[in-house]
């Protein structure tokens, strides 16, 4: 089992950029899994520029096939007085696979504050796994690489009434589950919250994701993260979802919105 910070702690100096080695076991289909490439990008961006203040938010375009080793390129589109942006392009042979753009600014005083507590769940202990034991060869490679347990909604493919999935998730490896590149990889492990809505099998893309932290330094306990994934709308071969990441204490660590092709 190769963890996140393995990867991430072997990006090699390539040219203006970083390289990384995409292990099997990380790999969706043809890609690479959409969380790992962003994460990654993440990873380079902090090597690249290491006194940035702490991330804040990431719009993450899908281009195409992660089909090889990525190396990721970034550069400094604006630093403000409180917000930094930077983009990085991930390429392969050249080819652009990978655009994102980070914000990093650190948090302000402000008289707004609202609260958006996690659902009620039993323990991570007291939930089923999400993939039922016996079928791990049967979901994607990198899936096998975090712990899922479902606390609410449907499996893919059960022909469910509502694109709805709520989990307890973390890396599997133990020293993958700390910093906020671990955290931005975990965001989209879920399915697409359209696939319980799947009768049978079928292609599906990320075509984007915005992920947006709301602490400096989020923190949970024993690498459990509840995670969620919500079908806000779908049609014409494209699906819109929110997706929401609270930790152990019920306090909402990061929020995104993604679009998602779906080729059936």
């Known amino acids: ?5 393995e990867i991430a702690n072997k990006l090699t100096v390539q040219g203006e950029g970083y390289a990384a080695h995409i292990p099997e076991d990380w790999r969706q289909g043809r890609t690479a899994y959409g969380g ?3 994460g990654l990008s993440l990873a380079a961006a902090q090597k690249q520029f290491p006194d940035l203040p702490p991330f ?3 719009t993450v375009n899908f281009i195409g096939p992660v089909s090889g080793p ?6 400094l589109l604006r630093q403000g007085r409180n917000v930094t942006s930077i983009e990085t392009e991930g390429r392969v042979e050249g080819k652009v696979v990978s655009s994102c753009t980070f914000i990093f600014a650190g948090l302000r005083d402000s008289s707004v504050s609202v609260d958006c507590a996690a659902p009620a769940a039993p323990a991570p202990k007291d939930c089923e796994p ?7 060869g049967f979901v994607p490679a990198f899936f ?3 712990e899922t347990k479902l606390i609410e909604g449907a499996r893919p493919m059960s022909g469910a009434d509502r694109g709805y999935i709520r989990t307890w998730s973390r890396h599997a490896d133990p020293a993958s589950r700390e910093g906020i590149a671990s955290l931005l990889t975990l965001g989209d492990v879920l399915p697409p919250s359209a696939a319980p809505l799947f009768k049978q099998l079928g292609a599906i893309s990320s075509v984007n994701w915005i992920f947006t932290v709301l602490m400096d330094d989020p923190k949970t306990n024993d690498g459990w993260w509840q995670v969620e994934t919500d079908l806000t709308a779908a049609a014409g071969g494209y699906s819109s ?3 929401r990441i609270w930790n152990t ?3 909402l660590a990061a929020e995104g919105m993604q679009c998602v092709a779906i080729f059936m």
Not at 70 to 75: A, I, N
């Open 1 to 5: 089992m190769t963890g996140f910070n």
């Open 36 to 38: 790992l490439t962003a």
């Open 56 to 58: 804040r938010s990431v």
């Open 70 to 75: 990525p190396v990721f390129t970034s550069r």
């Open 130 to 136: 999400f993939t039922p034991p016996g079928a791990e």
């Open 144 to 146: 096998n690489r975090f």
């Open 241 to 243: 979802q929110v997706m």
């Open 249 to 251: 204490d019920g306090e």
